[in-house]
């Protein structure tokens, strides 16, 4: 049975929205993207060490998986990181259709709770989730997410989607490590408890 983690930049008012550019996600009048630009490269090297340094199966939405696919697909980079991200199978959860061209590619259409969860089933590696706001909304109202792996950045963003934007009831997760960086985010990884 596989595991699944969400990987998400979070400023300390939850948003997640287009944390890296500008122009990553201009949904809803967004236009305060790249509120994480500052501290993006020491959070990246500390990314790669904690969550990336070992072999993972990619589970995105659509808008994520075509921005990843637009820069990693053509990538000559051969880090190990851009070789990670190129070789790892991706599920691709859209109600729309995708073009899957990016190496490895698999659409998953229908119920996205259900086929996530059948996914979860089958024997293989972690699944991470980067990115994808509607995508995380379907799997934590499914509960379906078995650790949430987030960067919370020292600043207030004000507007956008938020990590939890509405929660029904109180719910209570379990540290799996923490740690704050030099520059001042910190990394703090949840699993939910019960």
Request: glycine share 8%; charged share 20%; net charge negative.
């Given at each position: 049975?596989?595991?699944?983690?969400?990987?998400?930049?979070?400023?300390?008012?939850?948003?997640?929205?287009?944390?890296?550019?500008?122009?990553?996600?201009?949904?809803?009048?967004?236009?305060?993207?790249?509120?994480?630009?500052?501290?993006?490269?020491?959070?990246?090297?500390?990314?790669?060490?904690?969550?990336?340094?070992?072999?993972?199966?990619?589970?995105?939405?659509?808008?994520?998986y075509e921005l990843f696919a637009g820069h990693w697909s053509s990538n000559t980079d051969t880090s190990p990181e851009a070789t990670r991200?190129?070789?790892?199978?991706?599920?691709?959860?859209?109600?729309?259709?995708?073009?899957?061209?990016?190496?490895?590619?698999?659409?998953?259409?229908?119920?996205?709770?259900?086929?996530?969860?059948?996914?979860?089933?089958?024997?293989?590696?972690?699944l991470q989730v980067h990115g994808s706001w509607d995508l995380i909304q379907t799997l934590a109202g499914a509960d379906l997410i078995d650790e949430y792996r987030l960067w919370v950045f020292p600043v207030v963003v004000g507007q956008g989607k938020r990590l939890?934007?509405?929660?029904?009831?109180p719910r209570q997760f379990e540290p799996v490590s923490q740690a704050v960086l030099k520059c001042g985010v910190v990394r703090s990884f949840f699993k939910p408890n019960g």
């Amino acid at each position: 049975m596989r595991k699944l983690a969400v990987l998400t930049f979070v400023s300390l008012d939850g948003v997640m929205q287009g944390p890296s550019h500008a122009d990553e996600d201009r949904s809803n009048d967004f236009d305060v993207g790249g509120w994480a630009a500052p501290w993006w490269e020491p959070v990246m090297e500390d990314v790669r060490a904690s969550a990336m340094a070992t072999n993972y199966d990619l589970l995105l939405g659509r808008k994520t998986y075509e921005l990843f696919a637009g820069h990693w697909s053509s990538n000559t980079d051969t880090s190990p990181e851009a070789t990670r991200m190129n070789e790892a199978t991706k599920f691709v959860v859209t109600r729309d259709g995708v073009a899957a061209t990016w190496s490895n590619s698999t659409v998953l259409t229908g119920d996205a709770a259900a086929e996530v969860r059948a996914l979860k089933q089958t024997d293989g590696q972690l699944l991470q989730v980067h990115g994808s706001w509607d995508l995380i909304q379907t799997l934590a109202g499914a509960d379906l997410i078995d650790e949430y792996r987030l960067w919370v950045f020292p600043v207030v963003v004000g507007q956008g989607k938020r990590l939890f934007p509405t929660q029904p009831e109180p719910r209570q997760f379990e540290p799996v490590s923490q740690a704050v960086l030099k520059c001042g985010v910190v990394r703090s990884f949840f699993k939910p408890n019960g």
